[in-house]
């Protein structure tokens, strides 16, 4: 990029995807636009609509909390609080190979895992992209997809050499299924509800171990479903198998969630189950669907409102909409629509590209926070390239600062829910720390710092005893020392509820 920064030039995306930059010198009188007060005047209405006080929020915790334990004590409630049958921590001693199959959101995932004890591990794996009919076609046809995956992966990797498997043996399955199940058993697990925008039929109310038992039937592979988990559990287990501090795990990528260790005397509705109770158990919260249908407790924009009649699933996983990656970018770009009809934003301009729902993907808001220049060339280039929008640099400061609100009231949001499980389990005293992983917390800037600085709002000081930190691979390593969790157990010979 020349230093004037003038001119044209490219920018290398995150995704890798590069862009054109334009810079103009005298784009203020190029077309219409709104000046620079208008569009402070417009950001003053929206600050006060995404912004969040503490006090509202420690008014949430107190609802999420007693959501949490309503859960734990009925049955088939909105936030399902559902017992994963994981009991206890890992000892780190876990050994041996171990496959997990990963079905989260936008990608399926392939791994070996070797387990080598301490806390130690090695992965192989391969990435298969969904494509959006896989994701609504037929359920059983999708369990045939991750088979077939699962086929190929295990002839390229097993086949021959080295890792090839031995006449007779069995490798133990992991698999991830990143959706909300209730389980019996450890390797059961009734779909309640299809999220983030997936609606495969033939699926819901039905058992999806079942399900894929049938399909990896068809290809008589050499491997047994061992576990079917979560991936808020499988980071639980994979954090604290590397970091004992770890007591609850969080996932803020296309959906987000939590899942955690709890007593099993703590959980009245199992009390039918006859399980020790002074056993531990990991709790799959599914957290997103926080004040679902009702919407009592979370301050929804009409936006949101907008983003949840529109999905797949109106009135279900609201906290999930306001937070997750797959919705932020949309969030957004309804607020430029509505800006656009008002005749404020783009006049003279066609703004046909930006009018179409879901195409401001959640990265351009990590992309436009991150921008490092004074001109905004990023946000130059992402209006330029993907939309084909000029844009003003009053314009520009005014999308980004409204990125900021969006991110900033998920990250608080996110530090609400984090706050009720730590004020259930009293964890504030002794402090914890918070396994976290997903697109979110990963790639967009600032948003464990928003977090933390949440946790503080709501706790005062002793927030800071809460930290999250970036998370081992839950889907992949947790999945398969979960399965080497159970099969110890099978071996141990408590075959009750594993
Ligand atoms: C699902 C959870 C999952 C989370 C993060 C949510 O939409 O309901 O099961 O843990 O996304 O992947």
């Excluded at 050499?222 to 604290?240: E, K, R």
């Excluded at 997103?288 to 949101?304: I, N, W």
């Excluded at 844009?391 to 520009?396: Q, S, V």
Aim: proline share 4%; aromatic share 8%; glycine share 10%.
């Amino acid at each position: 990029m020349p230093a004037s920064r003038r001119g044209s030039g490219s920018v290398t995306l995150l995704t890798g995807q590069t862009i054109a930059i334009h810079t103009r010198t005298q784009d203020e009188e190029d077309l219409p636009h709104a000046t620079k007060k208008t569009m402070a005047d417009h950001l003053r209405k929206y600050e006060s609509l995404f912004t969040l006080t503490p006090q509202r929020m420690r008014m949430i915790v107190e609802a999420f909390t007693e959501t949490l334990e309503l859960g734990l004590n009925k049955p088939n409630q909105i936030v399902p609080m559902i017992p994963t049958f994981v009991f206890g921590w890992p000892t780190g001693q876990e050994k041996g190979d171990f496959l997990a199959l990963d079905l989260g959101g936008t990608n399926l995932r392939v791994c070996l895992v070797t387990l080598q004890g301490e806390g130690k591990f090695e992965i192989t794996q391969t990435k298969y992209r969904l494509t959006e009919d896989q994701k609504q076609d037929d359920g059983q046809k999708l369990f045939d997809f991750c088979a077939e995956c699962l086929n190929t992966f295990v002839e390229t990797n097993m086949g021959e050499g080295e890792g090839q498997l031995k006449p007779g043996q069995c490798l133990p399955l992991g698999f991830t299924f990143s959706y909300p199940c209730s389980q019996e058993r450890i390797d059961h697990g009734e779909l309640i509800r299809w999220t983030k925008g997936f609606g495969a039929g033939n699926t819901e109310g039905r058992d999806v171990a079942a399900m894929f038992k049938k399909s990896l039937e068809k290809f008589q592979l050499p491997i047994q479903l061992t576990a079917l988990i979560n991936d808020t559990t499988g980071t639980l287990i994979a954090s604290h198998y590397v970091n004992p501090r770890t007591k609850i795990a969080v996932i803020f990528g296309t959906g987000c969630n939590a899942a955690y260790m709890e007593h099993v005397k703590d959980v009245p509705k199992i009390e039918n189950l006859g399980i020790d109770p002074a056993a531990e158990m990991a709790i799959n919260c599914e957290w997103g669907a926080f004040d679902s249908f009702e919407h009592e407790h979370l301050p929804r924009t009409k936006y949101d409102t907008i983003v949840d009649d529109t999905s797949n699933k109106p009135g279900e996983q609201a906290f999930e909409k306001l937070i997750s990656g797959r919705y932020l970018g949309e969030i957004l770009r309804l607020v430029l629509c509505e800006l656009i009809d008002e005749g404020v934003l783009f006049l003279g301009q066609n703004t046909y590209k930006l009018e179409r729902p879901y195409i401001f993907d959640t990265a351009f808001l990590s992309l436009m926070e991150s921008d490092p220049t004074d001109e905004l060339l990023m946000v130059i280039g992402i209006f330029t390239h993907f939309f084909a929008l000029e844009t003003t640099l009053a314009e520009r400061q005014f999308f980004r600062a409204l990125a900021k609100l969006i991110g900033r009231r998920a990250a608080r949001l996110s530090a609400c829910g984090i706050a009720a499980i730590v004020s259930k389990m009293g964890y504030l005293e002794e402090g914890c720390s918070v396994g976290a992983d997903g697109s979110l917390y990963n790639k967009y800037p600032g948003f464990a710092d928003r977090v933390h600085e949440g946790l503080q709002d709501i706790f005062g000081d002793k927030g800071r005893n809460i930290i999250t930190h970036h998370a081992e691979d839950g889907s992949g390593v947790g999945s398969a020392i979960i399965a080497a969790m159970t099969k110890n157990r099978k071996d141990a010979g408590l075959y009750l509820h594993v």
